[in-house]
C-alpha cells in the first residue's frame, strides 16, 4: 500500500511539474496573461512626455488605483481629448509598453482606428459584428486586455454603440468579465476650448502647472454631448461610463525643443542637444499658433522627427583631417 501511494504521489507531481513546465515553455514561446508578459509598471511616464502635467497625474493614478482594485465594477475607460500631436496617441503607447512586455503588438492589445478600420459607411451591420468580436476575442484571451479607439469623434454613432456595453457596470458579457480592461478613447474634439483655457492662463502669466482637471471636464462632457456622434458620446457620460476625460494641452516651444531633444539622444546626437543653432532651426521650421502670440506649436511635437532629420541631412558628415593624412 506504501509503494502504491509513494507511486500515486511521483506521478501526482510529476505531472504537475509536466504541466508547470508546459505552461512556462507555451509563456516562452508565446505570451501569457501574467507577469512577466502583462504586469503595470509605472515609473517611465513622467520624464516621456512633455507638458502634460494633468495627463502624468490622473493616467497613472487612474491606472494603478484601477489595478490594484481586487474588485472593480467595471472597466476603467479614459477619454483624451486635444490637439494633433500633443501626446495621445504616444501616452496610449506608453501605456501599452508598460502594461504589456510586447507593447503595441501584444495579442491582449486592440488598436481601432474609425476611419482605416470602419471606413464604409455602408458596412455598419458587418462591421459591429466585426468589432464586437474583436472586443470579445481579445478579452477572452486576457482578462487585462486594452483597447484604443482613435479618432473616436469619427466612429459611426451605431459602432459607438456597439461597443457601450463592454463599458458598461455587467459582470459578463457573452461569457466574458471585462472590468479588468482598459478602454481609452483618443479624439480632437474640445481640442479648441483647452486651446483657449489654456491660452488665456498663457496670457494672464500664470504657469500652465495651476491648471487644473476641473477646468476643462466640464467643457468636454458638453463639447462631447453637443457635437456630431454626439448622442452615443452623451450615453455614455450620462451612464457614468467614461471615468475621465483628460485634456492634452497644446504645446510651447520649450516643449517642442525638449522633443527635440529626446529625439535627438535617440538618433545618437545626443552632441547636437545644447547647440542653439541646430535645435533653433528645426523649432522655426515649425509652425506657431496664435498669430499674435505664436504661444503654441500647430502639430505639437507630431512634426519633430522629420524636421530634426531634415536639419541633420543638411549637416556636412565631420571629416577628420587625420584620416587623410593616414591614407596618402
Ligand atoms: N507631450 C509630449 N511629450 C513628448 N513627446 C510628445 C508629446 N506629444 C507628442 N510627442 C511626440 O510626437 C509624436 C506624435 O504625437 P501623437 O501621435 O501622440 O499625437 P496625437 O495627440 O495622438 O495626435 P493626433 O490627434 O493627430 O492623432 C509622438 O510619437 C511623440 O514622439
Given at each position: 500500500e506504501l509503494?502504491?501511494?509513494?507511486?500515486?504521489?511521483?506521478?501526482?507531481?510529476?505531472?504537475?511539474?509536466f504541466w508547470g513546465f508546459r505552461d512556462r515553455l507555451r509563456c516562452h514561446l508565446y505570451e501569457c496573461c501574467h507577469e512577466p508578459d502583462v504586469g503595470f509598471n509605472h515609473h517611465n511616464i513622467a520624464n516621456m512626455l512633455f507638458g502634460q502635467h494633468l495627463v502624468k497625474d490622473v493616467v497613472v493614478n487612474a491606472i494603478k488605483a484601477h489595478w490594484h482594485n481586487e474588485n472593480p465594477k467595471k472597466p476603467l475607460v479614459l477619454s483624451f481629448h486635444g490637439y494633433t500631436g500633443s501626446g495621445k496617441n504616444y501616452v496610449a503607447e506608453i501605456i501599452a509598453n508598460n502594461t504589456f512586455k510586447q507593447g503595441l503588438r501584444s495579442n491582449f492589445i486592440q488598436h481601432i482606428v474609425a476611419t482605416n478600420?470602419?471606413?464604409?459607411?455602408?458596412?455598419?451591420?458587418?462591421?459591429?459584428?466585426e468589432l464586437r468580436n474583436r472586443i470579445l476575442t481579445t478579452a477572452q484571451k486576457c482578462h487585462?486586455?486594452?483597447?484604443i479607439f482613435d479618432e473616436t469623434d469619427k466612429l459611426p454613432e451605431q459602432l459607438l454603440g456597439a461597443i457601450k456595453p463592454f463599458l458598461d457596470y455587467y459582470s459578463k458579457i457573452s461569457g466574458?468579465?471585462?472590468?479588468?480592461s482598459i478602454f481609452i478613447l483618443l479624439s480632437n474634439k474640445g481640442g479648441g476650448k483647452i486651446a483657449e483655457i489654456t491660452l488665456k492662463q498663457y496670457e494672464n502669466g500664470y504657469p500652465r502647472e495651476q491648471l487644473r482637471?476641473?477646468?476643462?471636464?466640464?467643457?468636454?462632457m458638453n463639447f462631447s454631448f453637443n457635437e456630431k456622434g454626439g448622442l452615443q458620446m452623451s450615453e455614455l457620460i450620462s451612464n457614468h461610463l467614461i471615468d475621465h476625460f483628460i485634456p492634452f494641452l497644446p504645446l510651447q516651444r520649450e516643449h517642442v525643443k525638449s522633443c527635440?531633444?529626446?529625439?535627438?539622444?535617440k538618433r545618437g546626437r545626443a552632441d547636437l542637444v545644447s547647440n542653439v543653432e541646430f535645435?533653433?532651426?528645426?523649432?522655426?521650421?515649425?509652425?506657431?499658433?496664435p498669430e499674435s502670440s505664436k504661444a503654441f506649436s500647430s502639430s505639437g511635437c507630431k512634426r519633430v522627427d522629420a524636421k530634426t532629420d531634415l536639419e541633420l541631412a543638411k549637416i556636412r558628415p565631420l571629416i577628420h583631417s587625420s584620416q587623410f593624412d593616414d591614407e596618402l
Open positions: 509503494i502504491s501511494l509513494l507511486t500515486g504521489t511521483a506521478v501526482a507531481l510529476s505531472a504537475g511539474a478600420d470602419f471606413p464604409d459607411k455602408n458596412k455598419i451591420e458587418e462591421y459591429k459584428t487585462r486586455s486594452i483597447f466574458v468579465d471585462f472590468r479588468r482637471l476641473e477646468s476643462f471636464e466640464r467643457d468636454l527635440v531633444g529626446a529625439y535627438l539622444r535645435v533653433e532651426k528645426v523649432l522655426n521650421s515649425l509652425q506657431y499658433f
